[in-house]
């Protein structure tokens, strides 16, 4: 599975550190910025992600940045993307399971490094249910029409 990953400065510790794992659990890791700690605008990065999602370069996204509120409105913003921005791990297992969200947000400042891996691992391992949440899904992305 090709994972697309990105952030801004305030998350670029976090997206460094999910990278070596994500690439431990063997997903092939797309990293789109940033490179640094520099002061950036975080939707030069998760905008980029959220495209390659829709477009099916890669299969899910991660953005990151210090609440995750940022880069889960920008992806939100590209047509195809389900991001969820999550804090634990009932809702990364829920918004797979009922949602079929292709992308996931985390706050490097809200949430910590082990429970973050964590969250990603869960939302990464967990599959979509379909039956009556397919229905859901498609009247979300009615919206969209």
């Known amino acids: 599975m090709k994972i697309a990953i990105a952030c801004d400065h305030g998350a670029y510790a976090l997206k460094e550190i ?3 794992h994500l690439s431990e659990q063997g997903y092939e890791v797309r990293d789109f910025g940033t490179d640094s ?7 030069d990065f998760a905008g980029p992600a959220a495209l390659a999602v829709a477009s099916g370069e ?6 990151l940045c ?3 509120i940022g880069v ?3 992806a939100n913003k590209v047509r195809g993307i389900r991001c969820a921005l ?4 009932l809702s990364a297992k829920m918004t797979r399971q ?3 969200t292709n992308m996931m947000a985390i706050g490097a400042a809200i949430t910590g490094e082990k429970l973050a891996l964590e969250i990603m691992d869960t939302w990464l391992t967990t599959e979509f249910e379909g039956g009556r949440h ?4 498609e009247k979300i992305m009615s919206y969209e029409a």
């Open 18 to 20: 999910a990278k070596k």
């Open 37 to 43: 700690l520099d002061s950036c605008d975080y939707p």
């Open 58 to 63: 890669c299969d899910k996204g991660i953005v």
């Open 66 to 68: 210090t609440t995750g």
């Open 72 to 74: 889960s409105i920008t």
């Open 86 to 89: 999550l804090h634990d791990l």
């Open 98 to 100: 009922h949602n079929d």
């Open 134 to 137: 397919q229905r859901r899904v």
